[in-house]
Nanobody, 120 residues
Framework: QVQLVESGGGLVQAGGSLRLSCAAS????????MGWFRQAPGKVREFVAV?????YYADSVKGRFTISRDNARNTVYLQMNSLKPEDTAVYYC????????????????WGQGTQVTVSS
């Protein structure tokens, strides 16, 4: 059974930092791409970052967020710096063996989400 468990969300002031973690277990192989998505109230879930060797970011977070992966721990991280109120959302990690890494609909495995709230 595949499990993705996020942690590290919380409330932070604008300009602050948070580090999200996602521990994966039960994935059928190591050949999975791990990504982060977010969903704000009333909005569509959107791509944030993905890592498969190289890292790729949404323009809105480029230069502020860093995705990394520890294969020995089956854990992916999202370091979020210079947070803005518009970063407020539920953040989800997800895994896929497919090739369309930027489309949330292509990810079969999801964590439960962790709330990030940035106050102004």
């Amino acid at each position: 059974q595949v499990q993705l468990v996020e942690s590290g969300g919380g409330l932070v002031q604008a300009g602050g930092s948070l580090r999200l973690s996602c521990a994966a277990s039960g994935l059928p192989s190591n050949n999975y791409v791990m990504g982060w998505f977010r969903q704000a109230p009333g909005k569509v879930r959107e791509f944030v970052a993905v890592i498969r060797g190289n890292a790729y970011y949404a323009d809105s977070v480029k230069g502020r967020f860093t995705i990394s992966r520890d294969n020995a721990r089956n854990t992916v991280y999202l370091q979020m710096n210079s947070l803005k109120p518009e970063d407020t959302a539920v953040y989800y990690c997800a895994a896929t063996s497919g090739s369309d890494w930027f489309d949330y609909r292509k990810y079969p495995y999801w964590g439960q989400g962790t709330q990030v709230t940035v106050s102004s």
